[in-house]
């Protein structure tokens, strides 16, 4: 038996569905988290011996999609049809809700309402006549709370929903026998329908707080949604982020956390100095080393993911995006590619995933090959490695690598704009702002502990084979023979890195080491880290005391040799070049067009090495007086990456004019218009 | 050999047992980004399709 469970974006779907499966699938207080259908069976507390599978549908206001993912829910309740339908509805949001459900009580298949949130409508006063509501519908009612573990009304709501399974759903409005492409006549049907469910609500509903009132929530978000002041306090609340995370108590846990990875470290190779030195390196420095300079940034990922949560879960984000819309416009983006930008603060994937709402096709594959230069979660060792080694800890170069992020996206998007010819068109942006509430501690911490799971599991089986196989290309050469102290030059991860080291001459890391570390991050961008700890032989990255020490000149910058302007290129050209693999088979998913992904890949990659280029460049003859080593070169790559981006640009515009030439198939027209 | 080596060359073989086992084994399924706390709520994941899966349903290109 199948149960579908649709509703209105932000309606608590996802949270029902997994309240109902026990699985933790992703929530987020604001609409269009969901951009795929789920499904899971139900637990056995509320489907009993019976094998029931729940479908997560993504949210839509309507049976007509306006979205892609809107598509998916209409489609689905259409096609292929489930047993029974939940349809979840928002109890504060009445009015908006109804619309969908008269559609949906309009297909015969037997629908079950619930009204969610309703302890939201409890504390502002809020009454509905769930009887009443039940008779007008045709269909039962009940009134849940998914957040609540005990007395939510999940199991009488579910009972009914099966119970209900095989019968025959009588609709208590029907659509009227107009023809579907007459948009007047469609137009005039919904507003009917919209008649019909005010109607409705009226009825039963009794309101203490107006929507037409002025209140506290209406007030704070004058304030956030204000163009400038909005885009103030956004910058503040996330250089607070960077600050608690990346320069305060992340690092303070995570230097307690290293001091145990080491000992355990020194341990492993205190037992094996009678082995052989292959068998310590591969062990101790290879896995403990490698895969323990990975997870000693833990902490600082898990206390930025806590707090990204809260800001979610409080209904700031969604106002983030609303205020961030005319920028985003302004460029050729859409108010919505804020979202994946947000999200891609956590990770690329789904990230890039979220594009899925963006209705328009240019808008949507131009986010999707941006986005991802928002650093994600598995940048942020990465970062907190060369701004603990290089920058005395300072928050500002997380900051900097956000906020830098986001210009980069700005300028991405204006060029994208010129290469395909794009014209003003007015496009909307339609967000509901979900309602501010106190964030719950207990999502936050829940969401934090399944990315630090993700990121053990990483740390354990990628990281772990790559740094394995890192160690061993260091020591051996390629008559598997130990490569001896002093020619490590001659070993095999030397060989393959070195040709790739000379392309980053003109930006001033063309070393070998850093060569290799920057590739093995297209497998998974922690790897910067983890190999860069083997082959320089370093774990302890973080170390508070040492951090202190103004200037930055620790262990670890010592033994990598880079100035502070070489480690600042190196750290954005690993932010902004493509992201790892999984990444790129993302974005060719969404993007469905080869052209466009190789597009991406080439933009990323000239973003990445232009930035570090100008970075390095720029900042030697800032800090020395000179232009740094393999400027010329350099210059000629920035050409070439200039005139290709002219020649595809030229090739694009000639394909659209072809296009858009309307007498071109007419014999005789030339010169007509002489 | 002595022990300690023993035991070290036991330890490292399994521990890169069970991570390729794993990898594999996710590769298997179908998931491309291991680790992802998104891998489980892709579409169809179960079906062995993973989350870079056409919204209708079948495989994108």
């Not at chain 1, 804020?338 to 994937?349: D, L, M």
């Not at chain 1, 160690?471 to 020619?487: L, R």
């Amino acid at each position: 038996m199948r149960i579908a469970f649709a509703g209105n974006p932000n309606s608590g779907k996802t949270t029902m569905y997994n309240a109902l499966t026990g699985r933790s699938e992703k929530v987020g207080n604001w609409g269009g988290v969901t951009v795929g259908s789920k499904e899971y069976q139900l637990k056995k507390e509320f489907a009993g011996n019976q094998e029931v599978i729940a479908v997560d549908l993504p949210g839509a206001y309507s049976m007509s999609p306006f979205t892609p993912e809107e598509g998916i829910t209409s489609e689905y309740v259409r096609t292929a049809n489930p047993d029974a339908i939940v349809n979840i509805v928002d109890a504060t949001n009445l009015s908006r809700s109804l619309f969908f459900t008269t559609q949906l009580l309009e297909l015969g298949i037997p629908v079950v309402v619930a009204l969610n949130k309703s302890d939201i409508n409890e504390k502002e006063g809020t009454e509905i006549d769930i009887e009443k509501l039940s008779a007008k519908l045709n269909c039962p009612v009940f009134k849940t709370i998914s957040v609540n573990d005990k007395n939510n009304g999940l199991k009488e709501m579910i009972s009914k929903a099966i119970s209900l399974a095989g019968t025959i759903q009588k609709p208590p409005y029907l659509q009227a026998d107009i023809n579907l492409h007459d948009k007047d006549a469609v137009d005039a049907e919904d507003r009917k329908r919209y008649a019909f469910v005010n109607e409705i609500v009226k009825d039963v509903e009794k309101r203490k707080v107006l929507s037409a009132e002025t209140n506290k929530q209406d007030k704070i978000d004058a304030v956030l949604l204000n163009p400038v002041a909005g885009i103030l306090v956004f910058a503040v609340v996330m250089w607070f982020v960077f600050w608690v995370s990346q320069a305060w108590l992340g690092p303070l846990v995570a230097d307690w956390l290293v001091g145990y990875i080491e000992a355990f470290q020194g341990w492993v190779a205190g037992q094996l100095e009678s082995s052989p030195a292959i068998l310590s390196a591969l062990l101790a420095d290879g896995i403990v080393g490698g895969v323990g300079a990975v997870v000693g940034f833990l902490p600082l990922v898990m206390v930025m993911y806590f707090l990204i949560a809260l800001l979610e879960d409080c209904g700031y984000m969604a106002r983030v995006s609303a205020v961030m819309d005319p920028i985003f416009k302004r460029v050729g983006l859409s108010g919505k590619s804020v979202i994946p930008v947000v999200i891609g603060t956590g990770c690329g994937i789904p990230a890039i995933m979220a594009c899925r709402t963006i209705r328009d096709e240019r808008e949507r594959r131009t986010t999707s090959m941006l986005t991802t230069f928002i650093p994600c979660g598995a940048k942020i060792p990465v970062i907190a490695l060369f701004a603990g080694a290089f920058f005395a800890g300072a928050s500002w170069v997380s900051t900097l690598s956000y906020f830098f992020g986001l210009v980069l996206i700005f300028l991405g998007a204006l060029l994208i704009k010129g290469i395909t010819g794009y014209k003003y068109r007015k496009s909307f942006f339609i967000m509901e702002l979900p309602k501010w509430k106190v964030p719950s501690l207990k999502f936050a911490f829940k969401s934090m502990m399944e990315r630090a799971r993700a990121y053990i599991i990483k740390a354990a089986t990628i990281i772990l084979v790559c740094n394995t196989l890192v160690q061993i290309m260091q020591t051996f050469d390629w008559h598997f023979n130990v490569v001896e102290e002093g020619a490590e030059s001659t070993s095999i991860l030397a060989s393959i890195a070195t040709p790739f080291a000379v392309l980053l001459i003109p930006l001033g890391f063309g070393v070998w080491q850093l060569a290799a570390a920057a590739i093995t991050g297209f497998i998974a961008k922690e790897n910067v880290v983890g190999t860069l700890a083997v082959v320089y032989g370093l774990t302890a990255f973080i170390d508070v005391d040492e951090l202190e020490m103004v200037g930055g000149a620790n262990t670890v910058a010592v033994t990598m040799g880079l100035t502070s302007v070489t480690a600042l290129a190196y750290l954005f050209f690993n932010l902004y070049t493509p992201p790892c693999f999984a990444a790129i088979g993302a974005m060719n998913s969404e993007m469905k067009s080869k052209g466009w992904l190789w597009g991406a890949i080439g933009l990323q990659l000239g973003t990445g090495y232009t930035v570090a280029f100008l970075i390095y460049q720029i900042g030697t003859l800032v800090t020395e007086g000179h232009l740094g080593q393999g400027f010329l070169p350099g210059l000629i790559a920035e050409a070439l990456m200039v005139l290709a981006v002219i020649m595809i640009g030229r090739k694009v515009r000639a394909h659209f004019d072809e296009q858009y030439e309307l007498h071109k198939n007419i014999k005789g027209t030339e010169g007509a218009a002489a | 050999m002595n022990f300690a080596t023993l035991i070290a060359v036991l330890a490292l073989a399994v521990i890169l047992f069970l991570a390729v086992r794993y990898i594999y084994r996710e590769k298997k399924k179908g998931t491309t980004c291991i680790g992802c706390p998104y891998a489980g709520s892709c579409q169809k994941y179960k079906e062995g399709i993973t989350c870079q899966t056409d919204i209708s349903g079948s495989k994108a290109e």
